[in-house]
């Protein structure tokens, strides 16, 4: 399959700080997305998906943006807290030859 | 809701031994069922695909005879590393998918095993 890739191997934010989470993908193709958060010594805990037919999603705290034109995908946390604080990864169609790129690693200050 | 139970958390034994690690679909019936591995402080690396019913799907490199693969069921597969060495020793992840009539669903994950091998 072809690559998934995070801008940004670290974050690091204020708590109370909203924090954006970016991602690059390279297969046009794709049509799904997730954004996974696994802390240390779990598995993945899916997070939040979107469809290729949609530009934005909205869950609890967070939003997922896709932007097919230039291959990009950011996942949006608001009001950051201490326990978002793990590492974020973003998959393509999960079904088919689904790879995770290095994550990106999210740190919230007090 | 599409809970995943991974069974054991941790095991520790001499090298030689076969280990079986168990990967189960609680609330939910899994067509499809995914083994990784991952080091430390790196990404997942997909091991292999199970279709229930058949046999796994190896990806390049990861020895079919080493880690042996078996989805009987559609809420039950296995991994058994057979004759385990030290350098078998990480953290495995399985997860579970089914196919929705809406297309894609996600993969929900195991809570992962860490094997380390004497």
């Known amino acids: 399959g072809e690559s998934v890739g995070l801008h940004l191997p670290t974050l690091s934010v204020q708590e109370g700080d909203n924090s954006i989470i970016n991602c690059a993908y390279s297969?046009?193709?794709?049509?799904?997305f997730i954004w996974y958060k696994q802390e240390s010594g779990k598995g993945p805990q899916f997070i939040i998906d979107?469809?290729?037919?949609?530009d934005k999603r909205q869950g609890q705290r967070v939003t997922v943006l896709l932007n097919k034109t230039v291959k990009h995908l950011s996942l949006q946390i608001a009001a950051t807290q201490p326990g978002d604080s793990a590492v974020y990864f973003c998959?393509?169609?999960?079904?088919?030859?689904?790879?995770f790129g290095a994550g990106t690693r999210l740190t919230v200050k007090p | 809701g599409a809970v995943v139970s991974q069974h054991p958390s941790w095991v520790i034994c001499k090298s030689g031994t076969s280990v079986k690690i168990e990967c189960r679909s609680l609330d939910f019936q899994a067509t499809t069922m995914f083994w990784y591995r991952q080091f430390p402080k790196q990404s997942l690396m997909l091991m292999a695909t199970s279709n229930e019913g058949s046999k796994a799907t190896y990806e390049q490199g990861v020895e079919k005879d080493k880690f042996l693969i078996n989805h009987a069921s559609l809420t039950l597969s296995t991994l058994t590393v057979t004759s385990a060495h030290p350098e078998d020793s990480s953290f495995y992840i399985c997860?579970?998918?089914?196919?929705?009539?809406?297309?894609?669903?996600?993969?929900?994950f195991g809570d992962g095993t860490r094997l380390s091998i004497l």
């Open positions: 998959a393509e169609n999960p079904n088919n030859d689904m790879r």
């Open positions: 297969n046009s193709a794709s049509d799904y």
């Open positions: 979107i469809r290729s037919n949609m």
């Open positions: 997860s579970a998918t089914w196919t929705g009539a809406l297309g894609n669903q996600p993969q929900h």
